[in-house]
């Protein structure tokens, strides 16, 4: 059910998940619950809980419910989040005199409780299809107060989940007309953000944001954090819309091309980590991509079918379809002729341990691992290989695809998120994709393999590449090692005068 008494944000992209009953003599404040998209700028979510505490005339407040290692979640993630989360309270504190809270702990105890303690009437949420999330949602509504109301707003997608479609999409083919008739009501300026009219009253919210992200990054350090790329909104805009070395600024005009050769990895946006955390809004990037369709009209159009078409029809698959991430949730046709062949004889068999490793006989499978565990990104092209190698190379699709989905969410910054589901499924179960000559171990999935991948592109110039990446890598971490024993051994050195 669409929300209803909304100016500053169209109807269908906010939904109401609870009607608030039996309210009390006065509305209390306004929380916005962030999650998903953790940005001030270009953020419908923000908009509608600033404009429903102005129309309320009550504060409004923003929290974080932060989550021990999230979906497996480690330093790589857990520090990049936390950075950008620091750069956000400064900016939404500073510009718009909102508070930013940040819970640990359950969302389910932690949201009710800060809704119950404050006399709030209204929690807004972002919206994500995830199981989890969605799970959190359900209970929350069974514990807040019967006052409160609930609403659930679609600050990811360009056009809402549930505007675009009403059902589990087959492919790309069957929502783009969707999408695309919905575009000119959605793709839309936004709104200037102004501060609330009603202040939240001051209490003490220090964050110690340096112990923060200091235990985080040590819990995870099995997986450590990478250098390349800088979280926060600045950075993200600045990836983006940057002079020097800015997406659509100055690398656009090969993207059509380039963003198929691993070889090109500047010919990719390197936007998703951005868009994943949502420090910037797919909505921003395809407003400023549309100005220039006159000047790149094929890259353009390229970019906004990755970054709207391919992106929403991720969301969609992860919300009409409960088994994301399972064998369950392949169309059965692909299911059927997978288990069909999950008896074939292997020519190799690697366990989980030696994937992770990238101890396989396949070099140029080894590479494309070892880009994912040290830099934290492995290119696009790759991760298709990568994941039906897998499947080619264990005991059954179940185990290939627990295993391509555990280490997509362990080592790449934007794991964890319907892209990445979907990726696996579509690598391993044939989602969005057609039935192809069948083969052993494949069946009718689609079959890749090294010698198509050298018809594309220079497979041993990657493979180099790769090595020259992680051995800069592992020289800069080691550096670093040892920048931080010396420091402390000066540092005991200094206890002893």
Known sequence: MAASSSTAVQLGRTRVLKHGSSSPSKPGPVLYWMFRDQRLRDNWALIHAVDQANRLNVPVAVAFNLFDQFLGAKARQLGFMLRGLRQFQGEIEQTLQIPFFLFQGEAIDTIPNFLQEHGASLLVTDFSPLRQVREWKEEIIKRVPDYVSIHEVDAHNIVPVWVASNKLEYG???IRRKINNELPDYLTEFPVLKPPIKKWVATNRHI?????????TRK?????????????????????????????????KNYSTDRNNPL?????????????????????CALEARKLHKVNPQAVDTFLEELIVRRELSDNFCYYQPNYDSLEGA???????????????????YTKEQLEKAQTADLLWNA???????HGKMHGFMRMYWAKKILEWTSSPQE???????????????????????????????VHDQGWKERPVFGKIRY??????????????????VKKLVGGIKKRKGETLLDSKTKQGINIQNLHK
Request: glycine share 10%; proline share 3%; hydrophobic share 35%.
């Open 264 to 284: 090109k990895a500047n010919g990719l946006s390197g936007l998703s980590p951005y868009l994943h955390f949502g420090q910037i809004s797919a909505q921003h």
């Open 172 to 174: 790309a083919r069957t």
């Open 368 to 374: 494309s691992q070892l880009e994912m565990v040290h």
């Open 331 to 349: 169309w059965d046709w692909a299911r059927s002729t997978l288990m069909a062949h999950a008896s074939d004889k292997r020519e190799h068999l």
């Open 400 to 430: 290939a695809l627990e295993i391509a989905i555990y280490l997509n969410d362990k080592y790449h910054i934007d794991g964890r998120d319907p892209n990445g589901y979907v990726g696996c499924m579509w690598s391993i179960c044939g």
């Open 208 to 216: 110690d944001w340096e112990t923060l992200i200091e235990n985080a």
């Open 448 to 465: 890749m393999n090294y010698a198509g991948c050298k018809r594309k592109f220079d497979v041993d110039g990657y493979i180099a590449y």
């Open 220 to 252: 995870g350090a099995e997986v450590p954090e990478i250098g390349w790329c800088e979280p926060g909104e600045v950075a993200a805009r600045e990836t983006l819309m940057g002079n020097k070395n800015g997406f659509l600024t100055t690398r656009l």
